[in-house]
């Protein structure tokens, strides 16, 4: 008990030296160091300006050493760029530094620290010329001790990483053998699905563009509520006109959201919502009859992002507890991390939209559906009713993405094996194969009909979701035949590489691709799912893994997430190509497949020394892929953190590069 609490006062100890000493570096230098300090007015600032965007204060002949600079600006709103020019000894032209967000509301944002050569010269700030139109700035001070600063924040979060490093390393909980039934170790388990649950809350909470179209919770609903499919709003004559309406090229004449609806499906001179119907018919529908106001999305994409990391864990869980009877506790704590941040949910959270709407609620269906079968695998008790809830749960998914009607493809090796056992024991008992077939066929016949009735009532066709009469970037009446793209798609979507930075949050999505002689549609892609997830490399061992695995089941439920995995990964590409929420479509059944080849492989190693190296392994994939799972909902598609939040975001940043 004694040597815990030393371990702990240490750590504190630690915590609390890194954010008074080190995290607040910047402040010591002027605290003990001798500057001048030195004060200018707005008044007594020369300026000019060579543009029409921006203005540069230039402060003559300062003539000795500095070590900060603090603009203070007065009735700011938003984040103010800023960027200072210096002379010294070194040179009398003027050289740049890089530029800063001035945050009215967060002190240490208008300050930066110089590192320059002997005395200065001259500094110049260049600020957006409005700011100084309007009579903004009140005055910027050399050498002003840039304060002392103690994050709260900062400080748990950096003592929770040190406790919880001390927390594996030692705790016997941790070395255990993983149980079902042991309290503490679903307390821990649980603990981490709370710290996903902030993250999430974090993320979509200050990613979200209050200025975002509302076609699919607003005008579908509005459509809906008075008893048509197509939208309420039709496209003009301008548009119905042109030649070939579907043609991205040809519209540079008509006026996009105004001549015509962005993304939408035209069919018969009318625009119709192409994305599935069932979570307007869960949740806006519903909100809105209820309350007669319009639900927002990213709303709806945080409650199922929660619902779906529940899920994740309870079927890992049941996965792991079925096909291994002895696996450390660690590692299933390793293998939740990498399973909910690789998953992309995150990201999906970072620009919730329609399109990531859509794919989340799919995934919900999706994932929901996996449980009740895997739960009645477990227990003949309310068997063929939890295989009823899993087909339908899967079914229904169909109506959020079409792409997951591939999903179901998993439950047929369960569902072969149950119809061949019922056929065997047909003549000692009927019964049991025809609760089969009726837990299956009424919800895929149900949804499928409804679906088809859908699809008919709005493009003549019960197999034509709308997809093919969309208005978006090319022309999907007459794209044609994607096969050649496919080995391009497969390089992007599992094995580009992430752009890292040096500069928060240490990445930036990109548009890399490999040559392609070709339309291929790429959009801001953050990397490829087994670079940002390595624990999928495993599934390159995966014939090793069939020969050393016994369990037949089990190499059947691996084959089985590959195989599904791999075709809806080559669907999205054949469809649409490389857009990194397309990923989260099949990041999980990838990721899982490395798990199970991974533990499968592990407990094939004859020696202890081997094992711990890949135990060390498991431990690095977890943390890069705990990083890299948040700075990709950070950066999302198009930085909605940074553009719509920027406040948090730049209060995060410094908070981060204390250095700045």
């Known amino acids: 008990m004694r040597e815990n609490y030393s371990k702990f006062l240490k750590i504190l100890i630690v915590a609390l030296f890194l ?15 001798k500057f001048e300090k030195k004060s200018y007015e707005s008044q007594e600032l020369t ?96 050498n002003e001790k840039i304060p002392f600063e103690f994050n709260l924040m900062r400080f748990l979060v950096v003592f929770f990483i040190f406790l919880l490093a001390y927390f594996i390393k030692n705790s016997k909980i941790l070395n255990e053998e993983y149980s079902n039934k042991k309290l503490s170790q679903e307390l821990i388990l649980l603990s981490i699905l709370a710290i996903f649950f902030v993250l999430l809350s974090w993320i979509n909470n200050y990613s979200q563009n209050p200025g975002e179209g509302k076609v699919y919770n607003k005008d579908f609903v509005d459509a809906i509520t008075n008893g048509s499919f197509s939208l309420l709003k039709n496209p003009s004559d301008k548009f119905l ?77 049941k996965v792991l507890n079925k096909f291994y009877e002895k696996i450390p506790f660690k590692f299933v704590m390793y293998f939740l991390i990498i399973l909910c941040s690789g998953s992309l949910i995150l990201y999906a959270n970072g620009m919730s939209r329609v399109y990531e709407l859509v794919i989340i609620v799919g995934i919900y269906f999706v994932l929901q559906g996996i449980y009740f ?52 024991n ?29 699809n008919y009532v709005r493009f003549g066709s019960i197999f034509e979701f709308g997809a093919k ?59 490829g799912l087994f670079v940002l997830a390595p624990i999928c490399f495993m599934n390159f061992f995966i014939i090793k893994a069939n020969k050393k695995i016994e369990n037949r089941n089990l190499k059947i439920l691996i084959n089985t997430l ?10 999205s590409v054949m469809m649409g190509g490389s857009n990194q929420r397309y990923v989260i479509d099949y990041a999980w059944m990838i990721i899982l497949a490395g798990i199970l080849i991974f533990m499968g492989m592990y407990n094939s190693l004859k020696t202890d020394e081997a094992k711990r190296i890949l135990n060390k392994f498991l431990a690095v994939f977890t943390i890069y892929t705990f990083l890299i799972g948040i700075a990709s909902g950070i950066v999302s598609e198009k930085s909605y953190m940074q553009n719509y939040s920027p406040e948090e975001f730049y209060k995060t940043k410094y908070s981060i590069c204390f250095w700045e």
């Not at 954010?19 to 160091?33: D, M, P």
């Not at 700011?76 to 530029?99: H, R």
């Not at 016949?445 to 409804?450: F, H, I, N, T």
Request: glycine share 4%; aromatic share 16%.
């Open 19 to 33: 954010e008074v000493i080190v995290f607040n570096i910047t402040s010591y230098r002027t605290f003990f160091g």
């Open 47 to 142: 300026y000019y300006s060579e543009d029409d965007d921006k203005v540069f204060l230039e402060l003559e002949n300062i003539n000795s050493k500095t070590a900060t600079i603090k603009l203070e600006l007065k009735d700011i709103e938003d984040v103010v760029d800023y960027k200072v020019f210096f002379s010294d000894d070194t040179s009398k032209e003027y050289q740049g530094l890089n530029s800063k967000k001035y945050i009215q509301n967060y002190e240490k944002s208008k300050y930066m620290p110089l590192y320059l050569s002997g005395n200065t010269r001259n500094l110049l700030i260049s600020i957006d010329k409005s700011i100084y139109d309007d009579g903004k700035i009140e005055r910027i001070i050399i």
């Open 241 to 317: 006109e042109l030649e070939n309406p579907y043609d991205a090229l040809a519209r540079y004449d008509v006026e996009r959201d105004v001549d015509y609806i962005w993304d939408t499906a035209l069919y018969n001179g009318k625009h119709y919502i192409y994305f599935g119907i069932l979570p307007l018919l869960i949740s806006f529908l519903p909100y809105y009859l209820i309350t007669k106001k319009y639900l927002e999305i990213p709303v709806v994409v945080f409650v199922f992002s929660i619902l779906i990391f529940i899920l994740l864990k309870e079927i890992l869980l």
């Open 373 to 424: 079968i895997l739960k009645s695998s477990e227990q003949e008790k309310n068997k063929y009713m939890n295989i009823f809830l899993g087909s339908l749960f899967l079914a229904l998914s169909v109506a959020c993405r079409p792409t997951d009607l591939i999903a179901s493809f998993l439950i047929v090796p369960y569902l072969l094996y149950l119809l061949i056992e019922n056929i065997k």
């Open 426 to 454: 047909f003549k000692t008992s009927k019964l049991p194969l025809i609760k089969l077939i009726i837990a299956v066929a009424i919800p895929y016949l149900s949804v499928g009909s409804a679906l088809m009735w859908y």
């Open 469 to 527: 009469y969309q208005l978006t970037i090319t022309n999907m009446t007459t794209l044609g035949s994607r096969i050649w793209a496919v080995p391009t798609g497969i390089i992007t979507n599992f094995f580009s590489i992430p752009n890292f930075i040096l500069d928060f949050p240490f990445l930036t999505n990109h548009n890399d691709l490999t040559i392609f002689y070709g339309y291929y549609y790429i959009e801001n892609m953050i990397g």
């Open 562 to 571: 590959v195989i599904v995995g791999l075709v809806i990964a080559v669907l």
